[in-house]
C-alpha cells in the first residue's frame, strides 16, 4: 500500500476527504462548508485496517454441493484450458436437462433429499427464489462454477416436498430454462418440483368411471350497494332426479377454486367413489376488493349470512341445520370463513380453512373468545409458508388451532411440506371434505 493513498471530492454541504497510511490507519474527514447554517465543526472519523491473517481465516466457506452433483461440477473445475471447461459445463448441462431438472438425489439423512437447481447462461448473479423462502430474490444466491456460465446452488428438503420458484437473473425473475414443470396460480406461473416421495392426488384429474354433477350460476341480489354477485353451484349425479335435500358447502374465492382447484372434478370423484356423501357446494366469488371482503368485513359478512344463505336454501334442497352445512375458503379467504363460522354457529357448523393468511391476530382473539362452540373444523398449512410475505402463517394456524380445541370445537390439522398456493390446496381438499362431510354423515329424505 502507497503511503499516500487518498481522495477528495465536494458536496453541496462539505467537502470530504479520506485517506489510508502505511501503518492501516484510516482517516475520513468532513469539512462543512462554511455558508451552511450551523455547520461549524469538522469531523473524523478513524477506521482501521484488518491484518491479512485476520482476512485469510475469515474466507467464505466453499458452497454446500449434493454428492453427486459435486462430483461433476469438481470435473468441471478441475479442467485447465478454458475452452474445454465450458463444452464441458454445456455437455453436463444438456444431459442434466433430458434427465430432468433441478437435480434430486439423497440427503443427508432419512427422509431428506438433496436438490440443486441449476443455470446456464451469462449473468452477474442469479438467485433462487420460491417457497422455500418467501420468493425472495436477495437470500439464496446461486455460484458460479468458476471460468463458465454455470451457476448452481443444492439445499436439503423433506423427501415428500413440492416446491413452487423462480430464479432471478440479474433481478429479472424468469421461470427455470431447465425445468419443463410448472404449476399455474391466480397470477402467473412457477417452475415446480418435486421430491421423490411426493405423490400427485389421484382425483384431481378427470376420471371417465365418474358420474358428472352439474354446474350452474344464478345472481344473489343484496340490499347492499354493491355486494350482489352470481355465485357458481355444483350439485351432484341424480339431484334432478330426486327428493332428497343435501348437506351444503360455501367456497370462497370461486374463480380460483374452478380453474386451479379443480372443485369439480375432484367432487365428482369423491362422491363417485363415496368417499364423501354427495353434496351441494356454492362457490362465491369475491367482487372489487378481494382482500376488503375477505378480512373479517362486516358488510360481506352481513350479506353472507342474511342474503346469500337464504337464497341458496330457496332454490336448492338443502339440509337447513348448521350440522349440515360449512364454508371454507383459503389464505384470504380462510380467514373469511373461520370468521363468519365462529361468529355465526348458528348458521355453520363445519369450517374449512387452508393457509389462513390475513387479519391473524384479530382472527385468533376471536377464536379465543366467547362460548363453547359446536364447530368441526378442518385446517390445513403449508411448512414453507413460515415465510409468508414477512408473515409465519405455520406458527400463527397452530394458535388458531389450539384456541378453538379450548372452545369446544373438533380439529383436524394437517401440516404438509408445500407452500402457498393452489397445487398444496387442491391436493387437502380430499382430507378436508372427508372430515367435514363424511363418516356418519348421511342424507336425510325431504318430508
Not at 348448521?322 to 369450517?351: E, H, M, Q, V, W
Request: glycine share 8%; net charge neutral.
Amino acid at each position: 500500500m502507497e503511503p499516500a493513498v487518498a481522495l477528495e471530492w465536494e458536496g453541496e454541504w462539505a467537502s470530504y476527504s479520506f485517506s489510508l497510511s502505511p501503518d492501516g490507519g484510516t482517516l475520513i474527514g468532513v469539512c462543512p462548508n462554511p455558508d451552511s447554517p450551523g455547520q461549524d465543526k469538522a469531523l473524523r472519523i478513524s477506521m482501521t485496517r484488518r491484518p491479512v491473517e485476520r482476512v485469510a481465516a475469515a474466507r467464505i466457506v466453499p458452497p454446500f454441493v449434493c454428492g453427486e452433483t459435486g462430483k461433476e461440477l469438481r470435473r468441471i473445475e478441475a479442467e485447465q484450458d478454458p475452452k474445454t471447461r465450458t463444452a464441458l459445463a454445456d455437455t453436463l448441462v444438456e444431459r442434466w436437462k433430458k434427465s430432468g431438472t433441478p437435480l434430486v438425489e439423497r440427503g443427508s439423512r432419512e427422509g431428506i433429499s438433496c436438490c440443486t437447481f441449476i443455470y446456464n447462461g451469462p449473468a452477474r448473479e442469479v438467485a433462487l427464489a420460491g417457497v422455500m423462502n418467501g420468493f425472495s430474490p436477495e437470500k439464496d444466491f446461486l455460484s458460479r462454477v468458476a471460468g463458465t456460465d454455470l451457476f448452481f446452488i443444492s439445499q436439503e428438503y423433506p423427501s415428500d416436498a413440492r416446491l413452487e420458484y423462480m430464479l432471478a437473473v440479474d433481478g429479472r425473475m424468469i421461470l427455470d430454462p431447465s425445468n419443463p414443470r410448472t404449476m399455474a396460480y391466480g397470477r402467473g406461473v412457477n417452475s415446480e418440483a418435486a421430491m421423490p416421495a411426493y405423490r400427485t392426488p389421484p382425483e384431481i384429474e378427470p376420471d371417465t368411471k365418474s358420474v358428472k354433477g352439474a354446474t350452474e350460476e344464478f345472481l344473489v341480489e343484496s340490499k347492499q350497494p354493491g355486494l350482489g354477485r352470481n355465485v357458481t353451484v355444483y350439485l351432484p349425479t341424480g339431484y334432478a332426479d330426486g327428493t332428497e335435500r343435501y348437506p351444503v358447502l360455501y367456497l370462497n374465492d370461486a374463480f380460483g377454486a374452478l380453474k386451479f382447484g379443480r372443485i369439480v372434478t375432484i367432487l365428482d370423484n369423491l362422491i363417485a367413489r363415496k368417499t364423501v356423501p354427495p353434496l351441494i357446494v356454492v362457490l362465491v366469488p369475491s367482487v372489487k376488493d378481494r382482500i376488503a371482503e375477505y378480512s373479517m368485513n362486516p358488510a360481506f359478512e352481513g350479506y353472507f349470512v342474511n342474503e346469500l344463505v337464504p337464497a341458496v336454501d330457496k332454490r336448492y334442497r338443502t339440509l337447513q341445520s348448521p350440522a349440515y352445512r360449512g364454508i371454507g375458503g383459503i389464505s384470504a379467504g380462510a380467514t373469511a370463513a373461520l370468521s363468519l363460522s365462529i361468529r355465526n354457529p348458528d348458521i355453520f357448523g363445519k369450517c374449512m380453512a387452508q393457509s389462513t393468511a390475513t387479519r391473524l391476530i384479530p382472527l385468533i382473539q376471536l377464536a379465543r373468545t366467547g362460548p363453547a362452540r359446536p364447530l368441526s373444523v378442518y385446517f390445513d398449512v403449508g411448512s414453507f409458508e413460515s415465510d409468508f410475505n414477512g408473515r409465519d402463517l405455520v406458527d400463527s394456524t397452530r394458535r388458531l388451532r389450539d384456541a378453538l380445541r379450548a372452545h369446544g370445537c373438533t380439529v383436524r390439522y394437517r401440516e404438509v411440506n408445500e407452500g402457498h398456493g393452489w397445487a398444496n390446496w387442491r391436493a387437502r381438499t380430499r382430507d378436508a371434505l372427508s372430515f367435514l362431510f363424511g363418516g356418519a354423515l348421511e342424507r336425510a329424505v325431504n318430508r
